[in-house]
C-alpha cells in the first residue's frame, strides 16, 4: 500500500473508534432509538441522489438494512443508553467476527480453518473477561445488549456477502434508507413522541454535530473510503486495520470522557484482539475454508478465482474486514 492508503486505512479506523465517544455524547442529546433513526436519515439523505441507482437487488440493501440498522444499530444504542461504557462497546462489538464466522458456517456451508478455531476459542475468552469486569462494575444488560448487536452485525455481513455489492458507498446509502421509518416507530412506540419532541427542539450545536459526525463521518466517509480501499489492495492487506478500531475507541473513551481502563479490561482486549486476528488472517500452509464457488466474492465486491484458475493468487483465502 502507498502511505497516502495506509494513513487512508488508518483514519477510517481513526473514526470508527472515537464515533463511539461521539455517540455517547449524541445520546445526551437523543433517545437511542430516534438517534439511531436521525444518523440513517442523515446518512441517506441528501447523498442516495448522488450515488446513483442500487447496484444489487433490493432484498439484499432491505436485509442489511434490518439487520445492522435496525437490529444491530438500534441494540447498540440502547445498550450504551443503558450503560455499556463507549470503550468497552468498540472492543465488544469485535466479537462480531465469530459470529459472522458462525452464520457463515450454518448458512453458506463456510468451514474454518482449525487456527481460525483457535482465534474464535480466544476472543470469547476476552469476552468472558470483559463480562466479569463489566459485571463487577457496570450493569451487564447493557453489556448482553452490545453482544446482540454484534451478533446482528455478524448476521449481516452474511447478507452483506451474499448481495456482494461492488460500491461500498453506492451500498450503505441506499441500505441507510431502510432503517428510518422502522426505527422512527420503534422510537415513538418504545420511547414516546413526546420525549422524541422534547430532544427535537432542545437540538444544539453539539447535538447536531454529534449526529453529523456519526452519519457523515463514520458512515459515508467510514464505509466510503473502505470500499475504495478495498477496490484497490487485497482484502488481506486492508483488513486488519480494522483491528486499530477498539484501540483508538478506548483510547479515546478514556482521554474525552475519562472511562478507566482496568487491568482486566486490557486483558479482554488483549485476547479478543488476538483472537480476531487469529481467525481472520489466512495462514500459508493451514487449510482454508470450504465454500460454494458461487460465493467466493471478496468483502470489495470482487469474485474470488477458485483453485486451479487465473495467476498466482488461485487459491488463496480472502481475509474479511471485521469491521
Do not use: Y
Not at 436521525?38 to 439487520?67: E, M, N, Q, S, T
Request: charged share 15%; glycine share 12%; proline share 7%.
Amino acid at each position: 500500500m502507498r502511505p497516502s492508503h495506509v494513513l487512508l486505512a488508518v483514519l477510517v479506523t481513526a473514526v470508527w473508534g472515537v464515533n463511539f465517544v461521539v455517540i455517547e455524547i449524541g445520546l445526551d442529546h437523543f433517545p437511542p432509538l430516534l438517534f439511531s433513526a436521525l444518523r440513517f436519515l442523515a446518512a441517506a439523505l441528501p447523498a442516495v441522489f448522488f450515488v446513483g441507482r442500487p447496484r444489487v437487488a433490493w432484498k439484499g440493501i432491505v436485509g442489511v438494512g434490518l439487520a445492522l440498522g435496525v437490529a444491530k444499530f438500534g441494540l447498540l444504542f440502547v445498550g450504551m443508553d443503558a450503560g455499556m461504557p463507549a470503550g468497552l462497546s468498540s472492543l465488544v462489538l469485535q466479537i462480531q467476527a465469530v459470529f459472522t464466522a458462525v452464520i457463515a458456517f450454518l448458512v453458506l456451508g463456510e468451514r474454518p480453518a482449525g487456527v481460525r478455531l483457535v482465534g474464535m476459542a480466544v476472543a470469547l475468552a476476552g469476552i468472558g473477561v470483559a463480562a466479569v469486569d463489566e459485571g463487577a462494575s457496570g450493569p451487564l444488560g447493557a453489556f448482553a445488549l452490545v453482544v446482540a448487536a454484534a451478533a446482528c452485525w455478524g448476521v449481516s455481513n452474511v447478507l452483506t456477502r451474499r448481495a456482494a455489492p461492488d460500491d461500498a458507498l453506492n451500498f450503505m446509502v441506499w441500505v441507510s434508507t431502510v432503517p428510518v421509518l422502522p426505527l422512527l416507530a420503534l422510537s415513538l412506540l418504545l420511547e414516546g413522541p413526546s420525549r422524541d419532541l422534547a430532544a427535537l427542539a432542545s437540538l444544539d450545536r453539539r447535538g447536531a454535530g454529534a449526529l453529523l459526525f456519526v452519519a457523515w463521518g463514520a458512515t459515508v466517509f467510514g464505509f466510503g473510503a473502505w470500499g475504495w480501499l478495498l477496490r484497490r489492495h487485497p482484502a488481506s492487506t486492508v483488513a486488519p486495520f480494522s483491528l486499530l478500531v477498539p484501540v483508538f475507541g478506548m483510547s479515546s473513551a478514556a482521554l474525552f470522557l475519562g472511562e478507566p481502563v482496568t487491568p482486566l479490561r486490557w486483558c479482554a482486549a488483549a485476547l479478543l484482539v488476538g483472537g480476531v486476528a487469529l481467525a481472520s488472517v489466512t495462514w500459508p500452509g493451514r487449510g482454508t475454508e470450504r465454500r460454494p464457488e458461487r460465493d467466493a466474492v471478496a468483502p470489495g465486491g470482487r469474485r474470488e478465482e477458485p483453485a486451479g484458475r487465473g495467476s498466482g493468487s488461485a487459491g488463496r483465502e480472502p481475509v474479511r474486514p471485521i469491521r
